[in-house]
């Protein structure tokens, strides 16, 4: 069995290594010339450490995890405003839980890949001629690939999806944030952020920043806009979005690039998530947005069960019906809990920020906090 996977990010190098121990001779296309980056840094717990643990990439991620040991609003000022404790929410998971960046994570994932996957980064498809019995896959560059599987794996704004699917139009469902992110090094910035995720304590806009490792630091930022039209010049909006922010805000966005990284918080929601012989991956057909919180987990563990469903099923067909069955309730309920944190992740009033001030102070009892973490990790989701 031939598959081609369309998009190296988290999905598409999960599902690879997934289906070649299967068995699956696969290529990947990328169109990016090499490996991104840039990303947010992202928390991997629930049925998604399972997935990594089963695929055996556990102790690659956790020799590049990140220890967190709070989430710590501050004011304009800098003075902390309330706190979450990680310790707490990683009792609250049975300590599965760990901190990452997303380059990181597929860093990780890429030296995972059998010397058998072929990864071809510049590459992009043209066409795909899509049957009942297999597909073929039309490059840029004149190839012709026969295969017997297509995996969209290549975002929420997936050619492949478009392609097979329809405009991104039907199935996106835009929230009402633009985000971005990027990296910088500064030593004074990094020491004031060692270990917790800072976060500013406002309404309408966040920056959240993050020290790494060599006195680098991560910086995330989410603002409310009611379009979802993308500014021309990202750098510039971003500066005038945060004007006046104070706390840390100033030195960091002095030192963003030319580009960062810049896009809508979004859901995709689709009644199916394969047609013939493509199928859909990652947040290319289940994207939660950023208020879930859980995209890269979601992505490494639905891999898994496309994977298995593929090797367990009597056909290609059945397979594919069965990853739907069995994986879009979950992705259905992460995106509902994504769209309930709306008003707690980024408050628009004053009262909605005393609500989480006052939230954040009664997560520090041991019930509450349980509670906290169960919401967040969901239903339990067994991963074989």
Not at 10 to 19: H, R, S, V, Y
């Amino acid at each position: 069995m031939k598959a081609i996977i369309i998009g190296a990010g988290i999905a598409g190098l999960a599902t690879a290594k997934n289906l070649a121990e299967f068995g699956w001779q696969v290529e990947i296309l990328e169109r990016a010339p090499g490996p991104r980056a840039s990303g947010y840094m992202v928390d991997f717990f629930g049925p998604r450490y399972d997935a990594a643990e089963k695929m055996g990439v556990l102790p690659a991620l956790q020799a590049r995890a990140y220890s967190v040991h709070e989430v710590s609003y501050v004011n304009a000022k800098g003075r902390s405003t309330g706190r979450l404790s990680y310790e707490r929410f990683s009792k609250a998971v049975d300590g599965r839980l760990m901190s990452i960046m997303r380059p990181d994570l597929e860093d990780a994932l890429r030296e995972s890949l059998p010397a058998s996957v072929r990864l071809r980064y510049g590459a992009t498809f043209k066409q795909i001629e899509n049957y009942d019995d297999g597909a073929c896959v039309h490059t840029s560059d004149g190839r012709l690939i026969d295969a017997d599987l297509v995996v969209g794996a290549d975002g929420i704004h997936s050619v492949v999806r478009e392609a097979v699917f329809g405009p991104e139009s039907r199935y996106i469902n835009y929230l009402g944030f633009h985000t971005a992110a990027f990296t910088f090094e500064d030593p004074v910035t990094s020491e004031q952020v060692s270990g917790r995720f800072a976060l500013s304590d406002t309404r309408d806009r966040q920056i959240g920043l993050y020290g790494l490792r060599d006195a680098k630091v991560a910086a995330f930022l989410i603002h409310r806009d009611a379009s979802p039209a993308l500014p021309v010049n990202r750098r510039e909006a971003l500066r005038k979005e945060f004007s006046g922010a104070g706390w840390l805000a100033p030195r960091a966005l002095d030192q963003a690039p030319e580009d960062p990284y810049y896009d809508v918080v979004a859901q995709i929601h689709m009644e199916r998530w394969h047609s013939g012989r493509v199928v859909l991956v990652g947040d290319a057909c289940q994207a939660v947005s950023l208020l879930a919180g859980q995209g890269a987990s979601l992505a490494v563990a639905g891999a898994r069960i496309l994977s298995n469903h593929l090797a367990e099923s009597a056909s290609i067909a059945d397979g594919l019906v069965a990853y739907e069955e069995h994986w879009m309730p979950v992705a259905r309920e992460k995106q509902e809990a994504g769209r309930r944190a709306a008003r707690w992740f980024l408050p628009s009033s004053g009262p909605e920020l005393l609500l989480r001030r006052v939230m954040l102070k009664l997560s520090r009892l041991p019930v509450i906090n349980r509670f906290i973490g169960a919401s967040l990790a969901g239903k339990a989701v067994p991963i074989s």
